[in-house]
């Protein structure tokens, strides 16, 4: 509907609309000179880098590249569509957006069947604590629910006699229920869709009920049923338990993706706030684009029978055209038998967070499936493994992430080199075909290219006599925050080896817990040659040259080395700072 919006009216609104205000009005601000700087809303930071410019009418985020004017601000944080967040702004500058007649009243019309539908919510909340709704809410006790978190949820229940939402609406909202069919007049008589159902009123972001869940308390067929699309019911778009999740975490960096309702709210009153759960039968692009419109960190959560692992397979499929780079996605699959609703009450909140923790990246849970049932000793399962993964990648776009897990599909697949070297001195014939073993190839680093920040951490992780260097460089940029941590930590600690580093995070408890995810977002581990070449150019990017430059000479007159040159030559190759940094 944003082309039925008048760009001229768009642009009058920005230039009414104060920025820092709008801004400071959901964030803390503080002035800097003419600007103003903040912790960013959109990603984790401690140290400000979050900059708002009123005289330009935009913001900008050094740390996470976030980056807008007003209207993306609402729609950010706020997570809007187009239209809502101009309308949002148009009333807070006391503006009406000058829509055109059919726009009117297409908008009048979704505003009626919500309208219906806040009723039909408001009804079955009622009706769960009348007397009608004892036994419904004798299962929700069961199951373990408190009045908080069904008040949270706004969980009701269904009536079991045929009629009595429809009786109960007011004469002008019968029409639009029976318009989103929450009640069906499908043999000419009027007729409630649910009946003796606990139900569950699914909120689009802005909290305005748009349809309904409910689950049978008798012997119904359908243990579970939802409301037909309508106009304001696309289910495929629509995230159940985003907007309480929103409601519980202002700042969303993640989200766990859980299958059902029941699911969703007892991780809610377990104290995991950021579950919610997909619609229909699958996770869809349609659904991952909702999602990913909040957040840029996903963990699939599926039971760990043959169905969850189809399920997860679907969406993993599903999210490999939108798999750019900075996304995060994770595969949780869980015991066989179990779901999230039972398992958080069987072993507590901490330890279901700690699977969550622990959860697959989506290259590994990728390689994990494609790979299953194949022996990769033998080149015909290996061939089997490039037949399966390399059109999956094939729709992925250009990407480093892409360009690491086609390595990685080439390294498990293996080459020539590695069949004949496997093959020298032994009798063939004598081992016969069960002598190809059981074990996989040598495993291979590659080099992926990473962040700055991620660069100089495992740096020093290799060769933590660098903090200095590394802390000098930190102090003077906002963009190597955890590598500057790390450097005065070692410092602090006056640890110059790697050794002593193993054993200060082995023996220090605190120190553990405060690097324990310094590496969480990285896939892959470069080899400590070029994470010590690649620190060596941030660090010293003049003597970086100069050493490529040495290094070139050295390889053009290889032939003719003397022992000295052939062992300056490894060192230079190997990528240490000098001689000693091996020892």
């Known amino acids: 509907m944003s082309g039925l919006i008048p760009q001229r009216f768009v642009e009058d609104l920005l230039d009414r609309i104060d920025l820092a205000e709008l801004i400071g009005s959901r964030i803390t601000l503080k002035k800097a000179g003419a600007n103003y700087k903040a912790c960013c809303p959109f990603h984790d930071e401690k140290t400000p880098s979050f900059n708002v410019r009123p005289d330009k009418g935009f913001y900008h985020c050094f740390g996470c590249g976030a980056h807008g004017d007003a209207i993306s601000f609402v729609r950010e944080f706020e997570g809007l569509g187009f239209t809502e967040a101009v309308e949002e702004l148009a009333k807070r500058a006391g503006l009406e957006v000058p829509y055109d007649r059919a726009a009117k009243q297409e908008m009048q019309q979704a505003r009626t069947l919500t ?12 009706a769960l604590t009348s007397q009608q709704g004892g036994y419904a809410r004798d299962y929700l006790k069961q199951r373990g629910l408190d009045e908080n978190i069904i008040q949270q949820y706004q969980i009701g229940f269904a009536p079991g006699t045929g009629t009595a939402l429809y009786d109960a609406a007011p004469k002008d909202l019968k029409a639009p229920l029976i318009e989103t069919r929450t009640v069906s007049d499908q043999y000419g008589r009027p007729r409630d869709l649910f ?42 778009r629509e995230i159940y338990g985003l907007f309480e999740a929103r409601q519980a975490i202002r700042q969303l960096d993640k989200l766990l993706v859980v299958e059902g309702y029941m699911d969703v709210i007892a991780l809610a009153q377990h104290g995991i706030h950021y579950a919610v759960a997909t619609l229909g039968t699958a996770t869809n692009q349609d659904s991952l684009t909702a999602l990913l419109r909040h957040v840029r960190h996903i963990v699939f959560c599926f039971d760990g029978d043959q169905a969850g692992f ?47 923790e622990g959860a697959t990246p989506f290259s590994r849970y990728l390689f994990d499936r494609q790979s299953e049932g194949l022996d990769l000793q033998l080149p015909e399962h290996r061939g ?13 776009p250009r990407s480093t992430l892409r360009d690491a897990m086609w390595h990685e599909m080439l390294r498990l697949c293996g080459g020539r080199n590695q069949w004949q070297n496997r093959q020298q001195g032994r009798n063939y014939k004598a081992r016969g075909w069960r002598g190809e073993g059981q074990s996989r190839p040598t495993e291979e680093r590659i080099d992926v290219k990473l962040s700055k920040d991620s660069t100089l951490c495992l740096a020093l992780l290799e060769a933590p006599e660098l903090a200095t260097e590394v ?16 450097a005065r930590w070692l410092l602090e600690e006056k640890i110059q080896t790697r050794k002593t580093l193993v054993a200060g995070l082995a023996t220090n408890k605190q120190a553990r817990d405060r690097f324990y995810n310094l590496f969480d977002e990285l896939e892959h581990i470069p080899a400590r040659e070029s994470t010590l070449a690649a620190a060596r150019e941030l660090l010293s990017p003049n003597e970086e040259a100069a050493r490529q430059q040495r290094l070139a000479t050295l390889l053009r007159n290889l032939a003719q080395l003397s022992p000295e040159e052939r062992e300056e030559l490894r060192t230079l190759s190997a990528g240490t700072l000098n001689p000693k940094a091996e020892s």
């Open 384 to 396: 089997e493994l490039r037949a399966r993964v390399e059109p999956l990648l094939n729709k992925m």
């Open 310 to 356: 189809r399920a997860a397979d679907r969406a993993m499929e599903n999210a490999l055209e939108l798999m750019a780079d900075g996304l995060h996605l994770q595969f949780l699959m869980l015991p066989e038998g179990e779901d999230p609703d039972t398992l958080v009450r069987k072993e507590g909140p901490d330890a279901f967070q700690k699977r969550i």
């Open 471 to 486: 802390k000098a460089l930190a102090d003077s940029t906002r963009q190597l925050e955890r590598a500057g941590r790390f």
């Open 115 to 126: 309208d219906a539908l806040e009723f039909a919510n408001r009804f079955y909340h009622s």
């Open 195 to 236: 009946r003796n159902r606990v139900m569950f009123p699914i909120r689009n972001t802005r909290g305005k009920t748009i349809a309904f869940g409910g689950r049978t308390l008798g012997d119904d067929k359908a243990k579970y049923i939802n409301s037909p699309e309508s106009d304001v019911f696309h289910k495929s």
